[in-house]
């Protein structure tokens, strides 16, 4: 696509530039009502809580907000209350789950025009998954038409599929892609893709458990669902990574433990973890289903006997 070209929304196609993110960014949950609607007073009131924790930055609609499950508008109106509730200063990351190009721009349009910094595009998988061309070309013509700068998010454990690092260095080149969240947890890929990607993508992790690894061999930062139940001990895990690998020993070690034995519940787990530890999280979305019971317990005993609760 040429530059003088529309995008099929009639913006003209243009590259933006981008203030960094913050070295941490929670993977905000999205809360729901029993009724499955969407509850905007509990996510302001999660935005709120996070930022006195320590927050200054959050991915919106992303795999742990459910953001397959978000109807039209609902992206737009997510990122809107929290624009509205924290102002200019907090870096707003949205989730972008599209298996079509023209699905994946609507979706950017929306967050962009609800004041969203820049749009975490999960890679489409339904018809393309292993088509590593295909899948190329869909993020080049997102970032082409895009209104604000894109991330790659490649998570193997959600789509099956694991962007290659060739990929990853071929995307790197375009103007308007300013960064990649990597969910796969291999500090080796991390440290190939700091070596030889564009000196100025933003590299963040999404494993908790690599962490400290990826932030030793160069990644910007983390964006975790763990940050959404344990935001100051992450925060501490980011900063001690940066500051020295060695003093970080310690503290990621717990929270490898601990996002562990929460996270093998995934979304329902977290949204778990994130009630006990004072978030208003809500209820999944069908076909997920609230943790039961039992296995809300036994995360309730990890948090206290670690000291979180």
Aim: aromatic share 4%; net charge neutral.
């Amino acid at each position: 696509m040429h530059p003088e070209d529309a995008a099929p929304w009639g913006y003209p196609v243009r590259f933006v530039d981008m203030r960094p993110p913050p070295h941490l960014l929670p993977a905000l949950v999205t809360p729901f009502t029993r009724s499955g609607a969407l509850d905007l007073d509990a996510h302001r009131y999660n935005l709120r809580e996070l930022t006195a924790r320590g927050i200054s930055g959050f991915l919106i609609g992303g795999s742990t907000g459910e953001g397959p499950y978000l109807d039209r508008g609902e992206r737009g109106a997510l990122v809107a209350a929290a624009r509205q509730e924290l102002g200019s200063h907090p870096f707003l990351l949205a989730g972008i789950t599209a298996e079509s190009l023209r699905a994946a721009l609507a979706q950017a349009e929306e967050a962009a025009v609800a004041g969203a910094d820049a749009v975490l595009v999960l890679t489409p998988t339904t018809l393309v998954r292993g088509n590593h061309p295909a899948v190329v070309g869909f993020f080049k013509d997102v970032a082409d038409a895009s209104p604000v700068p894109v991330f790659v998010y490649s998570v193997p454990a959600v789509t099956g599929y694991t962007l290659p690092v060739e990929s990853a260095i071929e995307l790197s080149r375009h103007a308007n892609i300013a960064g990649m969240k990597d969910s796969g947890g291999d500090p080796l890929a991390m440290a190939r893709l700091v070596e030889d990607t564009a000196g100025d993508l933003l590299l963040m992790t999404g494993s908790s458990r690599a962490m400290t690894l990826c932030i030793t061999v160069g990644a910007h930062g983390a964006i975790t669902a763990s940050s959404n139940y344990l935001p100051e001990l992450a925060g501490a895990v980011v900063a001690a990574a940066r500051r020295s690998p060695r003093s970080a020993a310690r503290l990621q070690s717990q929270l490898s433990r601990l996002s562990t034995a929460v996270e093998a519940r995934r979304v329902p787990g977290v949204k778990a973890a994130a009630e006990l530890t004072g978030l208003r999280p809500g209820y999944p979305r069908q076909p997920l289903q609230p943790l039961p019971a039992k296995e809300r317990k036994n995360i309730e005993t990890v948090l206290r006997e670690a000291g979180v609760l």
